[in-house]
């Protein structure tokens, strides 16, 4: 975010922040209506990764010396994995995409990558299944060391935190990332922002009504949802942040105190409410 309000501030008003004006060497850049293309955007990344090799040298700091890189140059179409790993691990990524391109349905992302050239939808459904994985492995691990879990959802997210060794470390094709989205035993998603996990199942899911998509609304998530589960460290986490809430109203107006007093307040009873119907593995689960 930083690096894009850089942008904002070097690109003149109503312009693009890469257009091909505003970044060639001239001394007054006025709004341009195309961006810069593939290739000018290759050389300025490479030129950048010398210019801050050579100022690390300069200054000593041999550590941070960006090293060739053995496949070659870096180009844009190298930034893909990186861009789909934010938007397969980040709640709302699809319809940030969706946005971007301009679509008012996120299931239509998925059909713009297909389309385009050398298009990310496979490595979308890979890091989707790998942050699947990675969300199971950890919910394994807390449960098996004795962490607890609470929620409608929790013996379901028990079950599927169960599998997680089986495939844990071996998502490497679109294939397998298929297989396992295609499991609806495994279709587990962590919302940290929401302090909760989403054990999901598209027939109780309340952030679906009339639309057919097959996977959660990470960003519509409502607490009375029959999905939801949530363990000790999301239990954690909602009452250190209603503390903070608590802190911060402190120091506010009345009408903005009293809005984030109630969400502290909401915070804090999640929390208890976990303590109070959490299950461990220990327990039954059928």
Known sequence: MRAIRVLEKIAPAHGLLFDTATHTLVNAPRPSTASLGYQGMRLRIEAFATWASNLAHRLGREG???????????????????????????????????????????????????????????????????????????????????????????????????????????????????????NLALTVYDNPRAFLMCIYNRDRALCHRLDITDAPRLDRCQTSCANIARTDQLRQQAQAQALETQAASEALPGPLADRLGRRAEHLLGLADRHEHDRITLQEPTS
């Open 64 to 182: 941070e010396i960006i090293p060739d890189d053995p496949h070659g140059a870096i180009g844009l179409a190298r930034f893909r994995r990186t861009l789909a790993w934010h938007i397969a691990r980040r709640p709302g990524g699809l319809v940030a995409l969706a946005v971007q391109y301009g679509h008012l349905r996120t299931t239509m992302s998925a059909g713009y990558a297909a389309r385009s050239r050398d298009g990310i939808h496979e490595l979308l459904d890979i890091e989707t299944a790998r942050a699947t994985a990675d969300t199971l492995t950890t919910l394994h691990d807390d449960i098996t060391d004795g962490a607890g879990i609470s929620g409608p959802a929790a013996r379901r997210a028990i079950h599927a935190a169960a599998q997680a060794p089986t495939f844990a470390g071996s998502i490497r094709t679109h294939r397998q990332a298929r297989d396992i989205l295609a």
